[in-house]
């Protein structure tokens, strides 16, 4: 009898306990789980596939066993005009995103486009495929899905890479985003707050519906980039901020990622980086007009999947 004390209050601080994990995690997930996904959660589904961080089909991180964002003009089979369309193109193999792997990711009315109009229900992970985000309006009542183009229009993957005006990388750059620890000092999240005015609308809860992981990061050292593709479309300016940041701000105390243009140039030179940086210290110090040349990066990089990813956030 003598802790019989201690054995209630036992009790009663498990009990507590177990009643705040519920409130603050178990039910605001039953609300989020009942929540249809948005288009903008779509795009990300189709844009960053299964996975941004470790995982079986990218042990390594290296942006592996992603999906290809591409801008079309004209239509892949017939080749007639249409309107700047982004689809995304899986590549046979390809894992697809959890949306279209789980019917309860999407939402109930989303799924059911995404069948009926969409067929998504004819996606074959090792033929691959191309997708489209479109919307259905009933009632007044505006409702997004997923297109399964290969299916609907008989665009296939070799056609469609072939018309595309422009191909983006952005699935791989997220998981280059992720690896280098882009999330530690910038947010994906700009608050209810004056950051409406600099950062731009802030995301609401189906925007994330299937994306993983969802990269709010927790600690903002640096401006949120949710919106920063909408601020800045330069990739010139990008390549200089990711080479060198001092370059375009002289007290950023953002890290270099030149490692990530490999060690030759798009023409295919090597890349001196103690050269680079002898001439950049003479600039600094006033001895040399200009700063020197930052390389162009060849295609295959890990840098052009990280600015591409950038480049992507609208």
Same mark, same amino acid.
């Given at each position: 009898?003598?802790?019989?004390?201690?054995?209630?209050?036992?009790?009663?601080?498990?009990?507590?306990?177990?009643?705040?994990?519920?409130?603050?995690?178990?039910?605001?997930?039953?609300?989020?789980?009942?929540?249809?996904?948005?288009?903008?959660?779509?795009?990300?589904?189709?844009?960053?596939?299964?996975?941004?961080?470790?995982?079986?089909?990218?042990?390594?991180?290296?942006?592996?066993?992603?999906?290809?964002?591409?801008?079309?003009?004209?239509?892949?089979?017939?080749?007639?005009?249409?309107?700047?369309?982004?689809?995304?193109?899986?590549?046979?193999?390809?894992?697809?995103?959890?949306?279209?792997?789980?019917?309860?990711?999407?939402?109930?009315?989303?799924?059911?486009?995404?069948?009926?109009?969409?067929?998504?229900?004819?996606?074959?992970?090792?033929?691959?495929?191309?997708?489209?985000?479109?919307?259905?309006?009933?009632?007044?009542?505006?409702?997004?899905?997923?297109?399964?183009?290969?299916? %609907?229009?008989?665009?296939?993957?070799?056609?469609? $890479? #072939?018309?595309? @005006?422009?191909?983006?990388? &952005?699935?791989?750059?997220? /998981?280059?985003?992720?690896?280098?620890?882009?999330?530690?000092?910038?947010?994906?999240?700009?608050?209810?707050?004056?950051?409406?005015?600099?950062?731009?609308?802030?995301?609401?809860?189906?925007?994330?519906?299937?994306?993983?992981?969802?990269?709010?990061?927790?600690?903002?050292?640096?401006?949120?980039?949710?919106?920063?593709?909408?601020?800045?479309?330069?990739?010139?300016?990008?390549?200089?901020?990711?080479?060198?940041?001092?370059?375009?701000?002289?007290?950023?105390?953002?890290?270099?990622?030149?490692?990530?243009?490999?060690? %030759?140039?798009?023409?295919?030179?090597?890349?001196? $980086? #103690?050269?680079? @940086?002898?001439?950049?210290? &003479?600039?600094?110090?006033? /001895?040399?007009?200009?700063?020197?040349?930052?390389?162009?990066?060849?295609?295959?990089?890990?840098?052009?999947?990280?600015?591409?990813?950038?480049?992507?956030?609208?």
């Amino acid at each position: 009898m003598g802790f019989r004390e201690y054995r209630i209050g036992s009790i009663l601080f498990g009990v507590a306990l177990s009643s705040s994990m519920m409130i603050t995690i178990y039910f605001p997930g039953l609300d989020i789980s009942s929540v249809s996904s948005t288009s903008i959660a779509l795009e990300k589904q189709l844009t960053y596939g299964k996975n941004s961080s470790f995982d079986y089909g990218d042990p390594f991180v290296q942006g592996k066993d992603k999906p290809i964002k591409v801008l079309l003009k004209k239509d892949p089979i017939t080749g007639a005009t249409m309107d700047d369309t982004n689809a995304y193109v899986f590549k046979p193999g390809t894992s697809l995103p959890s949306g279209l792997v789980h019917e309860h990711i999407m939402g109930a009315k989303v799924q059911a486009l995404s069948v009926s109009l969409g067929k998504t229900n004819q996606v074959d992970e090792s033929k691959g495929g191309v997708f489209l985000v479109q919307s259905s309006v009933k009632d007044g009542v505006e409702t997004p899905y997923i297109e399964f183009a290969t299916a %609907t229009r008989g665009w296939t993957v070799e056609a469609t $890479l #072939a018309a595309a @005006d422009q191909q983006m990388l &952005a699935g791989s750059g997220k /998981t280059m985003f992720v690896r280098e620890g882009c999330w530690w000092c910038h947010t994906l999240l700009p608050e209810e707050t004056h950051d409406w005015q600099s950062f731009g609308r802030p995301p609401v809860v189906g925007d994330f519906n299937g994306e993983s992981p969802t990269t709010f990061g927790s600690d903002r050292k640096a401006p949120d980039l949710l919106h920063v593709g909408s601020r800045n479309s330069s990739k010139e300016w990008m390549m200089m901020h990711f080479f060198n940041p001092r370059l375009v701000q002289p007290h950023s105390i953002m890290p270099r990622y030149d490692y990530l243009w490999g060690e %030759t140039d798009k023409q295919g030179n090597k890349i001196d $980086l #103690a050269k680079w @940086d002898e001439e950049f210290n &003479a600039y600094r110090e006033g /001895t040399r007009v200009y700063p020197p040349e930052v390389p162009e990066y060849r295609d295959d990089t890990e840098i052009r999947m990280l600015i591409d990813f950038v480049l992507n956030l609208k």
